[in-house]
């Protein structure tokens, strides 16, 4: 299996303009989780997704934020409209079912509003 | 109170010497423990779990948990420069499903 995919790698758009990113998690793993880091507060847990229900979104932080995940090789983050303050980089991790298992993380999407 | 607490840091230590990590959690009922490391412009990769009390060893790292004081630490020694990164404690909650990440600690390892 390639890990957990997403996309874009980088991403540089206007204040204001709609921003998709996609994850792609690993054959198998029923847990998704879409993480955001910055400096100033680490790597908050935005939402998971457990067999492609979503379980807990109480990270989120505002009703621009929204999450899917139309099947299990498939999840996508949405910024609409996107601020700078959205500035950060977004990782998507799976995990297997099973309790003290590895969240396999995605290479993450540097987003950059301006 | 914060879900999970690390000393932010920077740390930094000799080569060679050993380097000693904290990270602390609020929910009791806790069940797994992570440590992942996480090199500048890179995602996180695990490095140990643990989830019984005690230590655990693996190669140069040492993670050591105590449920009663709620507390997991890990330890490396024979640090070397390669080690150089910000380390991420992570806690499994009691339903098996949600983790969360501590701030991290950054780490710096001089030659």
């Known amino acids: 299996d390639a890990g957990v995919i997403q996309s874009p790698r980088h991403e540089v758009t206007e204040m204001g303009q709609e921003v998709t990113l996609r994850c792609k998690p690993i054959?198998?793993?029923?847990?998704l989780f879409w993480y955001r880091q910055t400096m100033m507060r680490g790597l908050e847990l935005l939402i998971y997704f457990n067999n492609n229900v979503p379980i807990d979104d109480s990270g989120m932080p505002e009703d621009r934020f929204s999450a899917k995940m139309p099947n299990a090789s498939f999840s996508t983050l949405k910024i609409q409209p996107s601020e700078p303050r959205d500035s950060a980089v977004y990782f998507c991790a799976s995990t297997l079912t099973q309790s003290n298992t590895e969240a396999f993380f995605g290479q993450g999407t540097r987003l950059t509003v301006v | 109170q914060k879900e999970v607490e690390q000393n932010s840091g920077p740390l930094s230590v000799p080569e060679g010497a050993i380097a000693s990590l904290n990270c602390t959690y609020s929910?009791?009922?806790?069940?797994?423990f992570f440590w992942y490391r996480q090199y500048s412009g890179k995602s996180p990769e695990l490095i140990m779990f643990?989830?019984?009390?005690g230590d655990k060893e693996d190669g140069r790292f040492t993670a050591q948990l105590n449920k009663a004081s709620q507390y997991v630490s890990l330890l490396i020694r024979d640090s070397q420069p390669s080690d150089s990164a910000t380390y991420l404690c992570a806690v499994e909650g009691a339903s098996y499903d949600k983790v969360i990440f501590g701030p991290g600690t950054s780490l710096s390892v001089i030659p």
């Open positions: 929910d009791r009922g806790s069940q797994s």
């Open positions: 643990i989830y019984s009390n």
């Open positions: 054959s198998g793993h029923d847990y």
